[in-house]
């Protein structure tokens, strides 16, 4: 199964990508992860990326492609995979497209994620990790327990000023390849607003 998930940022799709992954046993490629990961290790690519990434801009399409075509290429993503914020521009898309049709394979579904505007704006501004465990809790929504209150932190493109350029991002580059898959009949849309149990099952049965 080959499956992309789309949509603002904080619309669910990291928490949506670690069920599916679970439940259909597919390489999970989060290219944000993977260029944190990367800005953590202090590799070229991290340092690069560094920048771009705190104040909330896309990172370089010939980077985030070169990335993702080499990542597809090892052993987990051969039998399927979830992609998770990527594609996030048109020229990604194209490229995805065009290295998929070389290997003889296609995007069978991209689910799209929607949520307005102003709840990302406060999922984000409210989100915090725990960077002991990785988990993440909202103040408002899903407060942290007390023994681990203290030591929670924001991400840097969390803050309120990087959402919006990240928003903006959104809507200017990644929108516009909404109906490039709807053109080709894989796209099924989704009410992010749910629980996130409601949502999982909802992406379930279009995926069915
Ligand atoms: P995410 O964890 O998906 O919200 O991504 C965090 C940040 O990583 C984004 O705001 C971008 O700076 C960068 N990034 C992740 N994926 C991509 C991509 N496909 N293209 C360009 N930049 C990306």
Avoid at 55 to 79: F, M, N
Wanted: proline letters at 7%.
């Amino acid at each position: 199964m080959h499956v992309i998930l789309i949509g603002p940022p904080a619309s669910g799709k990291g928490t949506q990508a670690a069920v599916l992954k679970e439940r259909f046993q597919i390489a999970h490629i989060s290219t944000g992860d993977m260029l944190r990961a990367a800005m953590k290790a202090g590799t070229p690519l991290g340092k690069e990326a560094e920048n771009y990434m705190s104040t909330g801009q896309l990172v370089p399409d010939e980077l985030v492609i070169k990335l993702v075509l080499e990542r597809l290429k090892q052993d987990d993503a051969k039998s399927g995979f979830l992609l998770d914020g990527f594609p996030r521009t048109r020229a990604q898309a194209e490229a995805l497209d065009e290295a998929l049709n070389q290997a003889g394979k296609a995007i069978d579904a991209v689910v799209f994620v929607d949520v307005p505007d102003k709840t990302v704006v406060e999922r984000i501004t409210g989100r915090r990790s725990d960077p002991e465990t990785g988990a993440i809790y909202h103040l408002q929504f899903n407060p942290p327990p007390p023994e681990v209150a203290d030591r929670v932190i924001q991400r840097d493109d969390d803050t309120e000023g990087a959402v919006k350029v990240r928003l903006e991002k959104y809507h200017n580059e990644t929108e516009p390849i909404i109906p490039f898959y709807r053109e080709k009949g894989v796209l099924k849309e989704i009410n992010g607003l749910d629980t996130p149990a409601a949502v999982t099952a909802a992406i379930l049965e279009v995926l069915a």
